[in-house]
């Protein structure tokens, strides 16, 4: 039975040419399935745009018209990273229109874009996190550190407005670039350690699984120009002992099952010397081909474009 997917990209924030890349790969790898695929794509300003929708009017009026594409579709794909996607929003709406969507519900993306909470839940369930101190945009006039500190907006995606200081003149700078993203910004001290990311699946039925941990190798800060210049290398599956692959694996979905995420999401550690530190988490990841997710399934004997049919089938 062919399922009716709507696959959502674009969004009004800083990631929305990822997120329209994601989508576009989403929607091409799903044709090759067994999905009738219908995309739509949200404009920088918020206004909802498809084939057959009119164009003009106010975002409001682009979303009505674009309810009739929630209602004829089995299950929405929404490839929107960050604000107003990511974040729980879109999910919130299909939730409202009683529709089924590929990856996590409205409380798991909110807590899982906001770094200072995600950390709370890290701590509670007793992962390892940096030790941080949460700061209002009105307050950074006031703000002093000692040592190399990390700032970065607290709900932003793609390093998008995060710093790293070791000089404290540069300080003050630092936090006026994320507070463009963000009024709460939060300010940790930096870790040293391997950046490794662990990606979670939950699949139809509920089962839930770690992928072939990855590791990712820069000459620095792992920053928002690193991510997409092509300097960053990966290694799939990371070079790690069974005992360090077995705690980052139970960590990222220790952390899964407590933010109660669903399809799949990204879990962003350090590996120290006292072993796994949360950095972040991702509930949305990039799912182009070539994102860090894709190549670890891949390097589980999942494809692409057997990857975006289990999240669909989880869903549906």
């Known amino acids: 039975m062919t399922t ?11 990631e929305h040419e990822v997120s329209l890349a994601s989508a576009a790969a989403v929607a091409a790898a799903l044709r090759l399935g067994d999905h009738e695929v219908t995309s739509v794509t949200i404009d920088r300003e918020g206004v909802w745009r498809a084939d057959g929708l009119p164009n003009g009017g106010t975002v409001a009026d682009s979303l009505a018209q674009a309810l009739p594409l929630l209602a004829r579709t089995d299950v929405v794909f929404p490839a929107v990273h960050g604000a107003l996607g990511e974040d729980g929003a879109l999910a919130a709406l299909c939730a409202l229109a009683g529709v089924r969507v590929v990856g996590s519900a409205l409380r798991a993306g909110a ?6 909470a995600t950390k709370l839940v890290a701590a509670a369930v007793g992962l390892g996190t940096a ?17 190399d500190v990390v700032v970065k ?7 998008h407005g995060v710093s790293l200081v070791t000089e404290e003149d540069r300080l003050l700078e630092a936090l006026r670039e994320a507070a463009r993203f963000d009024r709460r910004i939060l300010v940790e001290e930096v870790v040293r350690g391997r ?13 839930r699984w770690a992928a072939p941990p990855l590791e ?6 792992f920053d928002t120009a690193t991510k997409y210049d092509g300097s960053a290398r990966f290694t799939v599956p990371a070079q790690l002992t069974a005992a360090e692959s077995t705690a980052l694996k139970r960590a990222a979905i220790s952390l899964f099952d407590a933010l109660g995420c669903d399809g799949v999401a990204r879990m962003d550690f350090f590996l120290t010397d006292r072993g796994p530190v949360l950095n972040e988490v991702n509930t949305m990841p990039g799912l182009t081909a070539a994102s860090q997710v894709p190549r670890m399934f891949a390097a589980a004997g999942v494809d692409y474009v057997d990857l975006v049919g289990r999240l669909v089938r989880a869903a549906v």
Not at 131 to 147: N, T
């Open 4 to 14: 009716k997917v709507l696959v959502i990209g674009g969004g009004q924030n800083a």
């Open 111 to 116: 807590i899982g874009m906001d770094k200072w």
């Open 131 to 147: 030790r941080g101190r949460l700061i209002a945009a009105d307050d950074i006039g006031d703000v002093e550190f000692e040592g």
């Open 153 to 159: 907006p607290v709900s932003a995606g793609s390093s």
């Open 195 to 207: 950046e490794i990311d662990v990606a979670v699946l939950r699949e139809k039925g509920g089962i």
């Open 216 to 221: 990712i190798h820069t000459a620095g800060l």
